[in-house]
């Protein structure tokens, strides 16, 4: 667009000082014969330059021109005319139309043959040299003075341009003005602005429209300078999880240990998965690393719910009917979203199976509903070439929630579904876990994890193989629940989720269905 904008600017310029016709105007001319000295044409006005044939001095006609001799129309012939022939006296003319008297201070130039015949010889008087010199002086500082203005313009306009340009792109990216420049601070440093009303999920949900990335990657890349570690709030195999503070608001974040590198890629990566960004999957804020001075950290930054997980939450606290429901459907709500495969215009959401679903890895926020969390060990479906992410050694995830298929290693690698389907048994493992804590009339079970009756407190793949693979145990359904329908309801989803056969478990979406049906009956609002 730029260089339009400058090839169109050079042609008005040159256009400004090309003749255009003005036929069907009227224009003055200085008529050197003429009463006042002036005469009106609807054409051109016109300087002729001559040899007077007794004197043989150059003299000047100033007239205006008949519109009968202006053909063509813009540029008439006759205004081209001119003599150097040894048998005719020198002329010639010049026309303009440029404004009214334009002709006065024409001055055509003369030439004719030299005796050699070898070119042609300027014919000038000094009066006319004079006011040649004038002229040509006059138009070189009017060249000058106009190229030099036209220079400074067309840079201004560039630099106005690019300005206009870097803003627009920084706005679309980034909009609502996320960073304040600072002078005293490095680039990297620069701090996003969170004003009044604008909280964390607003700016991510401006800044991703959704997409599930994060925050820019601008502020990703030095988050891990601004956040204030408060506590520690977890451990794991990988790290810890600390509550941060950044700009005002509390956030969670996970650490790896630089030996982690490969496991903080995969779930920062997965993460980063275009449309996954869900109500209830644990929001993604940044990932970033750190140098602490003896190793370097690798850092994970997410939505906070001091809730914690469902693990810490149903360890201390009870759910009624209507809280139950509400968590076992926003669990699978988020699963199902999860498994779901999202087709876009340019860029879907793939297929993702979770792979270490468990309470632990569930979190639990202020309403009630909950947000899965902790996708390290998930792996996706590529539709395109129809491969799966999957790495060397596919039995993974928590002992205690493994599938049967995983168990015994009978699980069916090429088949993405396999993995949806593991998932499905260690929901229903999930529920059973709620369920138990669910009070009514004040009578409930007290917090137990999965298989607590029949396998050690950390059991091995060989103790859960035995119960659930060749026992064919699942965790026991109290007396009580079948007198209650919404427990008995629940009882008969949770069934259907760890059936031994994986191809006769429900999927993710048709637990949601049944379970939205439950909430509607007991007036609970589904989440969204």
């Known amino acids: ?66 519109p009968s001799l202006s053909h063509p129309p813009v540029k008439p012939l006759v ?28 001055r055509p130039l003369l030439h004719s043959k030299n005796q050699s015949g070898a070119g042609g010889k300027l014919i000038i008087s000094s009066a006319d040299e004079k006011i040649g010199d004038d002229l040509s002086t006059d138009t070189s500082l009017i060249i000058f003075v106009g190229t030099t203005v036209l220079v400074v313009l067309l840079l201004v306009l560039l630099v106005i341009y690019c300005g206009w340009t870097r803003n627009h792109k920084w706005k679309k990216q980034r909009p609502g003005a996320l960073f304040k420049s600072n002078d005293s601070m490095d680039p990297q440093d620069q701090q996003p602005i969170l004003g009044v009303n604008n909280t964390l999920r607003d700016i991510i949900d401006m800044t991703t429209s959704g997409s599930g990335s994060g925050l820019p990657l601008l502020v990703q890349r030095s988050i891990a300078r601004q956040i204030q570690l408060v506590e520690i709030i977890g451990k794991g195999r990988f790290g810890e999880v600390w509550r941060g503070r950044w700009r005002g608001e509390n956030v969670a974040v996970k650490i790896f240990s630089s030996r982690e590198e490969r496991s903080w890629f995969r779930e920062a990566e997965i993460y980063q998965t275009v449309m996954l960004r869900h109500d209830n999957i644990l929001g993604f804020i940044a990932a970033d690393n750190k140098d602490n001075g ?3 950290q690798l850092w994970l930054v997410t939505d906070f719910h001091e809730n914690g997980s469902l693990f810490d939450y149903l360890s201390t606290r009870t759910v009624d009917i209507v809280g139950m429901i509400r968590m076992a459907l926003s669990i699978s709500t988020g699963l199902a979203h999860l498994h779901m495969e999202i087709v876009g215009t340019q860029a879907g959401k793939p297929a993702i199976a979770h792979r270490d679903l468990k309470s632990k890895n569930i979190l639990v926020k202020l309403n009630g509903t909950c947000a899965i969390g902790d996708l390290g060990l998930a792996v996706h479906y590529d539709d395109v070439d129809g491969k799966i992410d999957l790495a060397t050694n596919s039995r993974v995830g928590t002992k205690r929630y493994m599938a049967p298929e995983v168990l015994d290693e009978s699980i069916c690698e090429n088949h993405f579904d396999s993995f949806k389907r593991a ?6 493992l999930i529920f ?43 965790p026991s359904i109290p007396n009580r629940w079948q007198s209650i329908d919404a427990l008995n309801a629940m009882s008969k989803v949770m069934k259907e989720c760890w059936y031994h056969n994986a191809a006769a478990r429900l999927t993710a979406l048709r637990i949601k269905k049944t379970l939205a049906n439950l909430g509607a009956s007991e007036d609970i609002k589904p989440p969204q």
């Open 1 to 66: 667009m730029l260089v339009w904008t400058l090839v169109a600017t050079l042609l008005l310029s040159v256009s400004a000082q090309t003749p255009q016709t003005t036929k069907g105007k009227t224009i003055t001319c200085f008529c050197d014969k003429c009463a006042n000295l002036e005469c009106v044409s609807d054409g051109y006005c016109y300087t002729s330059t001559r040899i007077d044939k007794e004197t043989k001095q150059i003299e000047h006609d100033f007239r205006c021109l008949n």
């Open 79 to 106: 205004c081209a005319s001119t003599s150097a022939s040894a048998n005719f006296m020198p002329f010639a003319v010049e026309c303009c139309d440029s404004g009214d008297y334009c002709n006065k201070h024409l």
């Open 294 to 296: 003896t190793w370097t």
């Open 423 to 428: 998932d499905v048994y260690a929901l229903g």
């Open 432 to 474: 059973w876990e709620i369920t138990r804590r669910c009070n009514v009339g004040g009578i409930y079970d007290e917090y137990q994890l999965p298989y607590y009756d029949l396998v050690p407190s950390d059991p091995t793949i060989e103790e859960m193989r035995k119960t659930v693979c060749e026992g064919r145990h699942r």
